[in-house]
């Protein structure tokens, strides 16, 4: 996974399983918790909170209406919580491999 930050011209690359979005892209673990865990209702969001052996906790936000993913939380590793929100989302479109290219740093 790599997260750049054109502000100072850097990017940052993080293993993939050790972050909350291997759990999210990992569609069969993620059903299976559903299945398993009683979903919290607020507002238009369904919601389920996640821990594990470590006590890191993922929250993970549906939308009510379609049941489109509509966000997560964790807190990071200084603590602070980082809320990542989904809006305008389209699915089964055909989207051009340009706009998932990973700029290198120079480039920035």
Do not use: C, H
């Not at 790599?2 to 069969?28: C, E, G, S």
């Not at 906790?57 to 807190?75: A, H, M, P, R, V």
Request: net charge positive.
């Amino acid at each position: 996974m790599a997260i750049i930050q054109r502000r100072y011209k850097k990017i940052f690359y993080y293993k993939l399983k050790k972050t909350p979005l291997n759990f999210l892209l990992d569609k069969n673990s993620i059903i299976s918790y559903i299945d398993q865990n009683e979903p919290i209702f607020s507002n238009n969001n369904i919601t389920f909170k996640i821990s594990d052996k470590k006590d890191n906790q993922l929250i993970i936000k549906f939308s009510k209406e379609n049941l489109d993913l509509k966000g997560w939380e964790t807190i990071d590793s200084y603590g602070k919580k980082v809320n990542f929100e989904i809006f305008d989302i389209k699915t089964n479109e055909k989207i051009d491999k340009e706009k998932f290219k990973v700029p290198r740093e120079e480039d920035l």
